[in-house]
């Protein structure tokens, strides 16, 4: 059994505890979770139909027919064309199981949600989130060989990035961004898992700024943040480093303390522990060094298909950790107008405490 298979058969299970009749998916994030179909909604609809018995279908554009049927388990591919629209097929597949609750892709158009429920006006409907997030919350052993290859793809592109050294210096923001980015191709990544941040001086204050023009100087602290993927899963790390030449005032210091509050959370992750104690791990570091309300924002954020998903590790949250998940670590202190300083790394929740998936250099010396 594939991945794939393993974990519809999960969700079907689930679908039956939580009393409703059907998942109906289109394309995204859940659907490759269960079909290994990765591609992005069109405005031909394309769904996937898991009933809580039996076996799936997916009903999709005849055009679209033959690639989907090359990356999936599901046998069941039903085709409508452009001039019947997806009507008669969508009926065909959802009238053996003559659903009463459906779950729909939290994401799904509009478009497509309301022509379901015109087509269903007896059903009542729910989000899928109800019955996959708590499945992907813990990670299965596939998505965790494809998170660590992601993570080190990233963690080479940072040693990269540091042999720069003075080189960096005269560079733009943008420029810099780039070479990241080709980087974690050549180890590789498959594009960006999201907007790579390169932050130089005051703008690394700005916790997402997005790469510009500025150049960097001798002593700038620059805040790197990218992410690259592999098997369809992301990477997340941030450094913050100095490239040449003396940096500001504080700087060694506020370094010092989040570098500090990010080992104390990261030690924290275990078992049974709750995001909120991982949180104020951190946060107390911060707290006491005198720079708690420069951190501006939640320690971390569950990761996996999406960059950002549950469990948030976050002031007071009180989602217990479990073997299998993954969360990012990454206390910040931004001091506007000056720099800002922020180390994130991903972690996988083990049997007895946790495993990093970064581990380059932390320090800001290149
Ligand atoms: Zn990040
Ligand atoms: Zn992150």
Redesign the pocket.
Known sequence: MTPFERRTRRAQSRLVDVGADVLALSPGRNCYYLSGVDRDQSDRLSLLVVPADGDPTFVVPTLDAASIRATTWVDDVWTWDDETGPGPALDTALADHSPSRLLLADRMWTQFSLALRERLPDASFGLASEVLAPLRRRKDDAELSALRSAAAAADATMRDVRALGADAVGRTERDLSAYVEKRLAAHGGEGVAFDTIVGAGPNGADPHHASGDREIRAGDPVVLDFGTRIDAYPS?QTRTVVFDGDPPAAFERVHDVVREAQAAAVDAVEPGTTTGAVDRAARSVIEDAGYGDRFVHRTG?GVGLDVHEEPNVVAGGETELEPGMVC?V?PGVYLTDRFGVRI?DLVVVTEDGAERLNRTDRGWRC
């Open positions: 997340d954020h990012s990454e994130e």
